[in-house]
T-cell receptor, first 112, second 114 residues
Framework: GEDVEQSLFLSVREGDSSVINCTYT??????LYWYKQEPGAGLQLLTY?????DMKQDQRLTVLLNKKDKHLSLRIADTQTGDSAIYFC????????????FGSGTQLTVLP | NAGVTQTPKFRILKIGQSMTLQCTQD?????MYWYRQDPGMGLKLIYY???????DKGEVPNGYNVSRSTTEDFPLRLELAAPSQTSVYFC?????????????FGDGTRLSIL
């Protein structure tokens, strides 16, 4: 079955690095995504990684994928107060519609 | 760029009423999706469409209906509103040409059933 799990809360100090973790169960996942949701808004795509990659870096964001352990992480360097939001990981299941299965989201709070 | 537009942004319904949540996209995407997001939960797929005239059920379709008469529009219909349908509803679209194409989301419709 498909299941994506994330821890619910994370607090960090401004300027520190944040690491948000995610585990997934479907080994046939082809793409894994990180979305950001600010209060009252929709989901904004942050980054994604293809399942044959180990790492992807995009400015302050680093995605690490351990396919053997089905573990995905998002590292945000130099975390700012504007990074406070809910972060969702999602896996794309192969198929005609490439449906996404989402985790429950991690609420990141950045403290001054 | 408008992207994915959802209307209305907020709505309060009485039990048993019906309504249609509108979703339109201007990116000529073939794939469109409806999700619901309950507090503290991830998004659950209600219905999806791979092109005009084609729709299919997602994980939680009961109590909802959809239609896809054009590429741009994908309305979601609630026929007999129930308190369990209180949620935030998100519409998304995706270009079907490449496997890495992400889903683009609207800002959501916040629906309360009282």
């Amino acid at each position: 079955g498909e299941d994506v799990e994330q821890s619910l809360f994370l607090s960090v100090r401004e300027g520190d690095s944040s690491v948000i973790n995610c585990t997934y169960t479907d080994s046939s996942s082809t793409y894994l995504y990180w979305y950001k949701q600010e209060p009252g808004a929709g989901l904004q795509l942050l980054t994604y990684i293809f399942s044959n990659m180990d790492m992807k870096q995009d400015q302050r964001l680093t995605v690490l994928l351990n396919k053997k352990d089905k573990h995905l992480s998002l590292r945000i360097a130099d975390t700012q107060t504007g990074d406070s939001a809910i972060y969702f990981c999602a896996e794309s299941i192969p198929g005609s519609a490439r449906q996404l299965t989402f985790g429950s989201g991690t609420q990141l709070t950045v403290l001054p | 760029n408008a992207g994915v537009t959802q209307t209305p942004k907020f709505r309060i319904l009485k039990i048993g009423q019906s309504m249609t949540l509108q979703c339109t996209q201007d990116m000529n995407h073939n794939y469109m999706y409806w999700y619901r997001q309950d507090p503290g939960m991830g998004l659950k797929l209600i219905y999806y469409s791979v092109g005009a005239g084609i729709t299919d059920k997602g994980e939680v379709p009961n109590g909802y209906n959809v239609s896809r008469s054009t590429t741009e529009d994908f309305p979601l219909r609630l026929e007999l509103a129930a308190p369990s349908q209180t949620s935030v509803y998100f519409c998304a679209s995706r270009d079907g040409l490449g496997g890495n194409q992400p889903q683009h989301f609207g800002d959501g419709t916040r629906l309360s059933i009282l």
